[in-house]
């Protein structure tokens, strides 16, 4: 039996207190289940932007997504956690990753790292918040127990065993750094690559009593009655995909209502995923598609 769709959307920008109250209930009355924030410089800072969702909405769930493990201090991270559930009446799914931006630990003037230190820094800060939000005698505490639900994003093969041993939610960007171009610049994953990824979760994570939710970020929805044509475009970018593969790859829906539908229950029967996030210039084109799928 799959598990059932459930639908998010990545909040980018903020202009100021009512229209983002007035974003979020958008949102909500367009069906999506979880309001989310990412966390980089020129962005919404994440925690008060979820308390104020919160405040202007009753149903969605509200998360971060991701982290960058390298702006933060477990204990002091663990403290904003445990408010902001606090706050929100237990709806907040808290999401980690590496950071993949150089820039903007520069700018911040924090350390910055190689791959592996980064890692390391995304396991110990995984492993304190284990410990400190399940811990009782540390304050505030958390209103969902043992902990908020954790959600573990990226692709490479330590992260995703990270996510295997911790995560409620495993969540696959679909993304690389690009070869050759900027820092911080991204590929798609072929259907192939991402296929290999996720073999690597689920070797292991064999041994979970139960099996994590899976998510993909959705980076463009586009509706047109020719996705043969948008395919041959979206492959002379140079992003990763030939145009055979962009018809496949989870990360880009376009067609019809129903052919993204479709698209979205084969990535589910194939992938595992189930969990679908958008980035919020889709939010109001991706809205008949949650409408299609709703309850299916």
Known sequence: MPRPFRFGVNMLTIESGATWRERCRRAEALGYDVLLVPDHLGMPAPFPALVAAAEATERPRLGTF????GFWNPALLA?????TDLLTDGRLELG????YVRAEHDKAGLPWGTPGERVDRLTRTVEELDRLLRDPE???TAAQRPRPPLLIGGNGPRVLRLAA???DIAAFTGGRAAPGKPEGTLELLTPDALDASLAVYRAAAAERATPAELNILVQRVLVTDDRRAVARDLAAHGIGVDREQALRVPTFLFGTVAQMAEQLREHRERHGFSYITVLDPCMETFAPVIEEL???
């Open 66 to 69: 991701v982290l960058n493990t």
């Open 96 to 99: 980690l990753g590496t950071g």
């Open 165 to 167: 041993r911790h995560a």
């Open 294 to 296: 709703k309850g299916g």
């Open 138 to 140: 540390l304050g505030p």
């Open 79 to 83: 403290r904003e956690a445990a408010t």
